[in-house]
Each structure stands twice: as C-alpha cells, then as structure tokens.
C-alpha cells in the first residue's frame, strides 16, 4: 500500500491534475451521449445532458483559476478534440454489420447516433459557451475586484447562457418556436447558475487545494 501514496508535491500536483482532467473528460464525453435523452420536471423540459453541462464549467473554472486562461482554453480544446474521436467511433460502431436483432440495432443507433444538425449545435455551443466562461473568469480575476465567489458565478452564468442560446438556436430553430427556445436556454441557464452555487464549496475546496500545493 505504501507504494499507493503521493510522497512528494509534484506527484500530488499531477495526481489531482489527471483527475480534473479526467473528470472533465468524461463529462464532456457524458454530456453529448446523454443529449438523446430528454426529461421533463413540471414544466421544464430538457436533454438529460444538461445535468453535466455545469459539471465541466465548474471544472473550467478550477482550470482558470489555477493554471490561467491559455490553460484552461486547451482543456477546453482537448474536450472538443475528444468528442470528435467519441462521435466517430460511434459511427464506426453503427455502421459495422451487426449479429443482434434488429430491434438492438436500432436503439443503439437512436442512441448514439446523433444526427449531424445535433453534434454540430452541440460542438458549437461547447466551444463557444466554455472560452466565454474561461475568458470572463480570467479577466474578473486580472482585475482583481471580485471575489472567487463572484468570478465562478458570473462567468459559468455567461458561458452557459451563450451555450443554451446556441444549442437550442441550431438546434430546434425551425421545429420550435422562438419563444419556446429562448424561454428554454434562459429557465436552464439559471437552473444551471443554481447548481453552480450549490456545487461552489467543492469548486472552492480544489482550488485551494491546488494553490496551497503550489505553495509547498
């Protein structure tokens, strides 16, 4: 078991990197998958996916704060590199001949084949929404008037917004009325700049936890 500790700072720094990253990864990854499904709570109505979406600006709000913009932009780049490689590889693996009933085939066709229109309103809309959030962060930051409090909220607030306008706007203009997406990226905008404040003392708890290993 000793052989399982982190015994000096540089290991512990790149043990909680490869975590973040990691996470982030993976709910960048979750998010898309996930996008096929939608839920509905009274009267809200949206994909499943948008349950992760602040888990990767709060993770690039860590980035941000951490390492800086440059750094936290190719989190950011890494992220949509990654969906790529996942998008394709489920094409790959739906076009592949298939031995299971037809029945198998078609949900998993439903599933993780996202039609064109989707991925690109998705891909768009990540990579907008997260440089505006790292962006807004990293200059509440420079100028040194706010408090961490106040540059998690504000820039995830921005970010998500402009990511839910032009989702839904690529996505659903012309089969939804304008209204209804409008209406529908600002009530999950603020769902989301919920779940950002509620999730703050574990976004704040990393952060400190980075800074007082870069201190050692």
Do not use: H
């Amino acid at each position: 078991m000793d052989s399982l500790k982190l015994k000096t700072k540089e290991e512990k720094k790149i043990y909680y990197r490869l975590m973040l990253w990691s996470f982030y990864a993976v709910a960048v990854i979750m998010k898309n998958i996930l996008a096929t499904k939608t839920w509905k709570i009274g009267f809200l109505t949206a994909p499943a996916a948008y349950i992760f979406e602040p888990v990767t600006f709060i993770a690039q709000d860590v980035e941000t704060e951490t390492r800086g913009y440059i750094s936290a932009k190719r989190m950011i780049y890494w992220g949509f590199f990654l969906n790529l490689i996942v998008a394709l590889a489920c094409q790959i693996a739906i076009a592949l001949p298939y031995a299971s009933a037809p029945i198998i085939q078609e949900a998993f066709e439903i599933i993780l084949g996202n039609v064109p229109r989707i991925l690109f309103a998705s891909l768009t809309a990540y990579l907008i929404g997260g440089t505006l959030n790292v962006k807004i962060m990293a200059k509440m930051k420079d100028k040194g008037s706010s408090s961490l409090f106040s540059r998690a909220v504000v820039s995830t607030m921005v970010g998500q917004l402009a990511d839910n306008l032009i989702f839904a706007s690529l996505a659903f203009l012309g089969v939804m009325e304008v209204t209804q997406i409008i209406y529908m990226a600002f009530s999950m905008t603020l769902l989301e700049t919920i779940y950002e404040i509620i999730f703050f003392p574990l976004t704040r708890l990393y952060i400190r936890k980075f800074k007082e290993l870069d201190m050692e």
